[in-house]
Structure formats: structure tokens, C-alpha cells
């Protein structure tokens, strides 16, 4: 019977729910779906911000810095799409 249901989830669908079990929302009232981020990165842009606070980095440094995180962790997000299309195609 579990190889049935695993049969039945193309590799898509399952790179689909990692990526959304990854990420977490509230809906507000007036506002609508609202992303909140993990606690690392949480933590990772609390210390940034912290760093601009102590005046140990400066804040365009710290922003050029938490684009470069942003901008990386898209980019894991898309290496995992192509690897599921891949091993779909693959299985095919």
C-alpha cells in the first residue's frame, strides 16, 4: 500500500511540498498571506541588523550582504526544481 501512494507523487510534486513545508504564512485581515521566515533566517538578518546597530558594519554593506543570502537561497530553491525534472524525466 506505500508503494502505491509513493508511486503515485511525480518528484514535482514532492520538490513542491519541500519547498512549501519550508516556508510558513499567516493570513491577516486586511493585509492577506503574510511569509514568515525560518528562525535562521531570522536569526541570520537579526544579525545583521545587529551588527549595523553596533556600528560594526555599515548598513549598505549589510543590505548588499542579505541580498547576496536572499539571492543564494532562490537559487537553491531552483537547483532543487531541476534536479526533481531531471530525475522525473529520468524515471520517465
Do not use: C
Not at 533566517?41 to 545583521?48: K, M, N, R
Not at 536572499?70 to 534536479?83: D, G, P, R, T
Amino acid at each position: 500500500m506505500a508503494e502505491k501512494t509513493r508511486r503515485s507523487t511525480t518528484h514535482r510534486e514532492a520538490v513542491e511540498r519541500v519547498q512549501t513545508a519550508k516556508d510558513f504564512a499567516i493570513e491577516l485581515p486586511l493585509v492577506g498571506r503574510v511569509r514568515i521566515p525560518r528562525p535562521d533566517q531570522v536569526a541570520y538578518f537579526g544579525g545583521l541588523a545587529a551588527l549595523v546597530a553596533l556600528e560594526i558594519i555599515e548598513w549598505p554593506v549589510a543590505v548588499a550582504i542579505a541580498a547576496g543570502h536572499i539571492l543564494a537561497s532562490n537559487h537553491q530553491n531552483k537547483v532543487l526544481e531541476e534536479i526533481g525534472e531531471v530525475i522525473e524525466v529520468a524515471e520517465g
